[in-house]
Structure formats: C-alpha cells, structure tokens
C-alpha cells in the first residue's frame, strides 16, 4: 500500500517550518507559506486565519511530536528495562537541527505573542512533573530535567560558552546521571 498524502495543513505547516528554517522566523508570512506549500493563499487563510494561528499550529504540532517522542521512549523503557528518564534525554538530545531552527523562530515569535508559547510551558510543565514524580529521587530527576533545558537552551540560543568538544561529554554524563536515580 502505498504511503498516505499529508493532509493539506501538514502541508501547509511544514512549508511553514521550512520557511523559518530557511529564512527566519522574520520572512514567515502568509505568502510565503503558500508558495513553498504551492498552494493557494486561500488554502491557506482556510486552515490558519492569520500569521499567529500558524504559529499557533506550528507549537501545537511541535507539542505534539514532543509527546510522541516521550511517549516512545516510554514504550521503549517498559520493553527494555532502561530507566524512562534516560531514554528521554536520548531522544531530546537526538532532535534534529530543523527542529532548532523551528523552535527558535516559536520562541523569537514569541517575543510579539508570549501567549504562543502557553500550550508547551503546560505540556512540559506537566510532563516533566510526571516523569520526575515517577524516579526514586524526584528532585535529582527535576534538577537532571532543568539541566537538559538548559542546555538545549543553552545550544538553540548559540550561547558559546560550552565548547563544542564538550557537548557530548556532558550529554553522556547526564544520561549516567539519570541512569543512576534508577539505582
């Protein structure tokens, strides 16, 4: 069976990260999308009224992929017997680039709309929380959790001050860090 068609608005909302990617989060207009999406302006305005409900879209989707990923890696957890928070960060840690350029075109748009940004503080909010709340050592696991934002953070914002040799070593060592809260 061949695979599906992506609906018209994943269309739309990849043309859109594409444009971001590419161009910045500045160039993302309605025009744009449309025609990287080679669809009409219409087609468009259909689906997403206007440049914010886009945005809206894209975090919506960004949020969603997140869970997927989470929701994986605990799947994976159960089969294997790896401890779930490790596994996380694996998959966090592996996000591509294009997911980086995407979310620092939400968060510089955010700047303008604060509120775009108010469904992933709550998915995050609430599923850090839970997965903290289901180690040995809640508090170590909030702490490893804040160390991984911070650093991807850290990275997404082009901070320097972690050469790039280190990176991995310090990924390695928060993975040995949330392995050991499971012991």
């Given at each position: 069976?061949?695979?599906?068609?992506?609906?018209?608005?994943?269309?739309?909302?990849?043309?859109a990260?594409?444009?971001?990617?590419r161009?910045?989060?500045?160039?993302?207009?309605?025009?744009?999308v449309?025609?990287?999406?080679?669809v009409?302006?219409?087609?468009?305005?259909?689906?997403?009224?206007?440049?914010?409900?886009?945005?809206?879209?894209m975090?919506?989707?960004?949020m969603?992929?997140i869970?997927?990923?989470?929701?994986?890696?605990?799947?994976?957890a159960?089969?294997?017997?790896?401890?779930?928070?490790?596994?996380?960060?694996?998959?966090?840690?592996?996000?591509?680039?294009?997911?980086?350029?995407?979310s620092?075109?939400?968060?510089?748009?955010?700047?303008?709309?604060?509120?775009?940004?108010?469904?992933?503080?709550?998915?995050?909010?609430?599923t850090?929380?839970?997965?903290?709340?289901?180690?040995?050592?809640?508090?170590?696991?909030?702490?490893?959790?804040?160390a991984?934002?911070?650093?991807?953070?850290?990275v997404?914002?082009?901070?320097?001050?972690?050469?790039?040799?280190?990176?991995?070593?310090?990924?390695?060592?928060?993975?040995?860090?949330?392995?050991e809260?499971?012991?």
């Open positions: 069976m061949p695979p599906s068609k992506p609906s018209t608005r994943d269309t739309i909302l990849d043309a990260e594409t444009v971001v990617a161009d910045g989060s500045g160039r993302l207009t309605i025009d744009a449309a025609a990287e999406a080679a009409s302006k219409g087609g468009v305005l259909y689906h997403f009224p206007n440049k914010v409900a886009l945005l809206q879209g975090v919506t989707r960004m969603a992929e869970g997927d990923e989470i929701a994986a890696s605990e799947v994976r159960k089969a294997t017997g790896e401890p779930v928070l490790a596994l996380v960060f694996q998959d966090m840690f592996n996000r591509t680039d294009a997911h980086d350029s995407v620092m075109a939400l968060l510089a748009a955010s700047a303008e709309h604060p509120e775009l940004l108010d469904p992933a503080r709550q998915f995050l909010s609430s850090f929380q839970r997965l903290a709340e289901e180690t040995p050592d809640p508090i170590a696991a909030q702490i490893l959790l804040l991984m934002d911070g650093l991807k953070l850290s997404l914002l082009g901070f320097n001050h972690i050469p790039d040799h280190q990176l991995q070593p310090i990924r390695d060592r928060l993975l040995s860090k949330a392995r809260i499971y012991s």
